[in-house]
């Protein structure tokens, strides 16, 4: 090697050591206390619906965090990306698999509903859910007992956004924001074209109100649940 090259060399390894840390090479934030910041849970369901990746695209790229309550056929016919949910920080949850009413169910398609679920979701990603949210958010005692022998509660939402009847960008983002409150669970569909198409200035919106955007799992912690128990608990409920 020439006298030459090796003093270039010796320049580029300085410029090396001196140039500033990348974005990505930062610490990884503290974990986010939902009882000191303001936090907000999105939740999706009924999915893998057909515009999650564009949806994974926006939560990434605005460093926000959600919950998908994933219904079991379309794990099944889309487990790219559940595998993606998972590795991008998100939480998922249980939403059976073909979306009966469990309140109407016997016992044994309830479990076999839920079992379905977890190992589709186990295959396509390697993780088991641990939050249960019965399709149309109906549950009974039946229901409870057998979500408490999955070691689940089950999570309803505090609010809906309405998105699968008005189908409409404007309306979704003014109904969410009429109901959003900290530590709410906000009933949202990636299979609602209007509710992506939508999502990077409902974010931004947020974010501005001070919210954090994260899991379920971030804002029920003070709830204490134990498998079986009902968040928030219904009108009527009684165990
Ligand atoms: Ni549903």
Known sequence: ???????????????????????????PKEPIDCSQVKCIALTFD??????????????????????FFLEGQYVKSRPSYV?????????????????PDFTK????????????????????????????RPPYGLADLQVSDIAAEFGMPMIL??????????????????????????????????????????????IKTLKNKGYHLVTVSDVIKSQNLEPGDIYPVPEGWEK
Do not use: F
């Open 1 to 27: 090697m020439s006298r030459r090259i090796t003093s270039l060399l010796a320049i580029a390894a300085v410029c090396v050591a001196v140039a500033p840390a990348p974005a990505s090479a930062q610490v």
């Open 46 to 67: 009924d999915g893998p619906g057909k515009y999650a990746g564009t949806l994974l695209d926006t939560l990434k790229k605005n460093g926000a965090k959600a919950t």
């Open 83 to 99: 595998k993606r949910m998972v590795a991008e920080g998100h939480e998922l949850g249980n939403h059976s698999y073909s979306h």
């Open 105 to 132: 169910s016997e016992a044994g398609t309830i479990k076999s509903e839920i079992q379905k679920t977890q190992d589709a979701v186990k295959k396509a990603a390697g993780v088991e859910p641990k939050l249960l």
């Open 157 to 202: 939402w505090t609010a809906g956004s309405q998105d699968w009847s008005s189908k409409n960008v404007k309306a979704i983002q003014k109904q969410t924001l009429a109901v959003a409150k900290p530590n709410g669970i906000i009933l949202m569909h990636d299979w609602v074209k209007q509710t992506v198409d939508g999502m990077p200035s409902l």
